[in-house]
């Protein structure tokens, strides 16, 4: 079975630009999340999804936004790209029956 | 607010048993989790707790006081490959019913021969 996905892998941006990463959960998986890990710090919450509605915001600004679609996948946007963006954003789903989120491999963001 | 707190790095011989503390202070539990890093790669599932009390997984053990704010992770048999960062997270609810995953910075381990 495939696990999460994400696209793309690595992305280079410079300041002021947009950018938009992409998940796909494992199928079944009706909750997704996403997570900013900057460089030597534990992941921090962005965004939960669940049924394409949001569920849960973290401290983050409104330059972030994100959705779901109806298979489940979802967009994470961020505008206005600013160098301290540069991080690990990861994407973790989960099933109805499980407490364990399963991370997928990330994007690596660097903007410069 | 939410606080987790963990060693920034710590160091351990092959074979040997090492224990990462946790001590976490958050509005609100749903239970713990612990997650193995390697650098440039996800975070893996290692183990949840929800009530008190040791949980065994081969090589891999955890342990829960919600009374005292404090988990540890407990690797025996240390191979090289366990030279990783070991994620504490606590699953708290939030106002829309759901529940969300703070985690801590992480402890770099590395495992010299």
């Known amino acids: 079975d495939a696990g999460v996905t994400q696209s793309p892998t690595h992305l280079i941006k410079t300041r002021g630009q947009h950018v938009t990463l992409r998940c796909s959960p494992i199928?079944?998986?009706?909750?997704v999340s996403w997570y900013q890990q900057v460089l030597g710090q534990g992941p921090q919450f962005i965004f939960q999804?669940?049924?394409?509605?949001?569920?849960g915001r973290g401290n983050f600004p409104d330059r972030f936004s994100a959705r779901q679609f109806p298979n489940y996948s979802s967009e994470l946007n961020v505008n206005a790209l600013l160098l301290g963006d540069s991080a690990l954003y990861l994407c973790?789903?989960?099933?109805?029956?499980?407490?364990?989120?399963?991370f997928g491999p990330g994007t690596r963001l660097t903007v410069t | 607010g939410q606080n987790i707190d963990q060693p920034t790095e710590m160091t351990a011989t092959e074979g040997a048993i090492v224990q990462i503390n946790c001590t976490y202070q958050?509005?609100?539990?749903?239970?713990l989790f612990w997650y193995q890093q390697h650098a440039g790669e996800a975070p893996t599932f290692l183990s949840y707790?929800?009530?008190?009390g040791l949980e065994e997984k081969g090589r891999f053990s955890s342990f829960l006081s919600r009374s005292k704010g404090y988990s540890y992770l407990l690797l025996k048999e240390l191979q090289m490959k366990d030279s990783a960062s070991y994620l504490c997270?606590?699953?708290?609810?939030?106002?829309?019913?759901?529940?969300?995953?703070?985690f801590g910075k992480g402890t770099m381990l590395l495992v010299s021969p």
């Open positions: 973790a789903s989960r099933g109805a029956d499980t407490y364990e989120q399963y």
């Open positions: 199928s079944g998986h009706k909750s």
């Open positions: 999804y669940y049924e394409k509605e949001e569920r």
């Open positions: 958050t509005s609100g539990f749903n239970g």
């Open positions: 707790n929800v009530l008190d």
């Open positions: 997270a606590v699953r708290s609810p939030r106002s829309s019913g759901y529940s969300t995953l703070t």
